[in-house]
């Protein structure tokens, strides 16, 4: 009986600190994974001509990754970034910018920061994704705490992941958006 109670306990103690979602939170559809599927939802604070996202390709039927309704004519004359945001690699297809046409002006943005102000309001679910994918969150749909969220006026809560130095543990990390400024809280859930 005196070697059965720790054992109890121990297990109890196991059972009772597994990490779970709050009830109330939706699992975030698998295909929002992916921040190159996240763009086409970006609704702009400011009013551009044409926007469009673009990967560091010299060719240009390679290099979109998105692009609004374009204008019938437009010109481009100044030079494609250095760098941009996502930046994975050096080379071709390393990292995303932005291009905008704003009266008749080419504007890039390509840094994670200038994609959050190009965002501005977090209008949508995958808005407030890409600006969690900015400071390294991302979605694993193989597990509810790295893959949910809930919504309300003010608030985008989300439930997402960062890889940790083993590539074999996640950590979690619960993250409130706020949708009228885009500033964010973090708290970590721990590995798992």
Same mark, same amino acid.
């Given at each position: 009986m005196k070697v059965l109670f720790p054992i109890?306990?121990?297990?109890?103690?196991?059972?009772?600190?597994?990490?779970?979602?709050?009830?109330?939170?939706?699992?975030? !559809? /698998?295909? $929002?994974?992916? !921040? /190159?599927? $996240?763009?086409?939802?970006?609704?702009?604070d400011k009013k551009y001509d044409y926007w469009s996202v673009l990967r560091n390709n010299p060719d240009p039927d390679k290099a979109v990754i998105y692009e609004s309704q374009a204008p019938d004519f437009m010109t481009l004359n100044d030079p494609t970034p250095e760098k941009g945001f996502f930046q994975k690699c050096l080379g071709e297809d390393c990292f995303s910018y932005l291009l905008a046409c704003e009266k008749g002006k080419t504007k890039y943005f390509s840094t994670e920061q200038q994609l959050r102000?190009?965002?501005?309001?977090?209008?949508?679910?995958?808005?407030?994704?890409?600006?969690?994918?900015t400071?390294?969150?991302?979605?694993?749909?193989?597990?509810?705490?790295s893959s949910s969220y809930k919504m309300d006026d003010k608030n985008i809560f989300l439930y997402l992941t960062k890889l940790t130095n083993n590539t074999e543990n996640k950590e979690s990390f619960f993250i409130k958006?706020?949708?009228?400024?885009?500033?964010?809280?973090?708290?970590?859930?721990?590995?798992?």
């Open positions: 109890v306990l121990l297990c109890s103690g196991l059972v009772f600190s597994q990490k779970t979602v709050p009830a109330g939170y939706q699992k975030i !559809p /698998e295909i $929002l994974d992916n !921040p /190159e599927l $996240l763009y086409p939802f970006i609704v702009p102000d190009f965002i501005g309001t977090v209008d949508n679910l995958p808005e407030a994704i890409l600006i969690a994918n400071y390294g969150y991302t979605v694993d749909t193989g597990n509810a705490l958006i706020n949708r009228k400024t885009g500033k964010h809280e973090v708290k970590s859930n721990g590995t798992f």
